[in-house]
C-alpha cells in the first residue's frame, strides 16, 4: 500500500510539474518585447521578404532558439527565421521542401544563378526557385522550347539542364 501511494504521489508530481511548463509555455514566456531588441518585427518582415522575393505573411512569433531573440516570420511560400538583433536570415524553409537551405550554406546568389542559366540557354527566365537540397531550379522559354535547369547553390554549376518543346 506505501509503495502505491508513493507511486501515485510522483505520478501527480510530474503531472503538476509538466501543467507548470505547459502555462508558461503557453502564457508566451519564451516570447520577448521589441523594445529589447534591434530589430522591429516590420523590418524582420521586411527582410524575410527581401530574402524570398515573395512573401505573403501569414503569422510573426517572437521566440527564443539557442538564446538568441528570433523573429519566425511564416508565409504561404516560405518560413523565415530573423535575427532580432542583427537581421540576419538564419533560416528559410520554403513550402514544400522535406529539407532546409540555410541560407550560410548559399554562395551564389539569385541574381548569379540567373546569369549562368543565360549563358547556358538564350531564352527568357520564367521562374526561379532555390530548392531546399541546395539548387536553384530555373525554368526559361525562348518560345519554341522550354528549358529547366539546376544549378548549385553553393558552386554555381550546372547540375542538370533539360529541354522539350513548347507546348503553348
Given at each position: ?8 504521489g ?5 503531472v503538476?510539474l ?17 523594445k529589447d ?6 523590418e ?16 510573426v512569433d517572437?521566440?527564443?532558439?539557442d ?22 536570415v538564419?533560416?528559410v ?10 541560407p ?9 544563378a540567373?546569369?549562368?542559366?543565360k549563358e547556358q ?12 537540397e ?28 533539360k529541354e ?5
Amino acid at each position: 500500500m506505501m509503495k502505491k501511494k508513493w507511486i501515485i504521489g510522483g505520478i501527480v508530481g510530474v503531472v503538476l510539474l509538466g501543467g507548470a511548463f505547459g502555462v508558461s509555455a503557453m502564457t508566451g514566456d519564451s516570447s520577448f518585447s521589441e523594445k529589447d531588441v534591434s530589430i522591429s518585427q516590420k523590418e524582420a518582415e521586411k527582410i524575410a521578404t527581401e530574402e524570398v522575393g515573395e512573401l505573403t505573411i501569414q503569422e510573426v512569433d517572437k521566440d527564443f532558439e539557442d538564446n538568441v531573440e528570433v523573429y519566425e516570420i511564416e508565409g504561404k511560400e516560405a518560413e523565415v527565421e530573423v535575427d532580432a538583433n542583427t537581421g540576419e536570415v538564419l533560416k528559410v524553409e520554403r513550402e514544400g521542401e522535406g529539407d532546409e537551405m540555410k541560407p550560410e550554406n548559399v554562395e551564389v546568389s539569385k541574381e548569379q544563378a540567373e546569369k549562368i542559366a543565360k549563358e547556358q540557354v538564350k531564352a527568357e527566365i520564367v521562374k526561379v526557385e532555390l530548392e531546399g537540397e541546395g539548387y536553384y531550379e530555373i525554368e526559361m522559354n525562348d518560345g519554341q522550347k522550354e528549358y529547366d535547369l539546376k544549378i548549385d547553390a553553393t558552386t554555381g554549376e550546372v547540375l542538370e539542364k533539360k529541354e522539350d518543346k513548347d507546348d503553348d
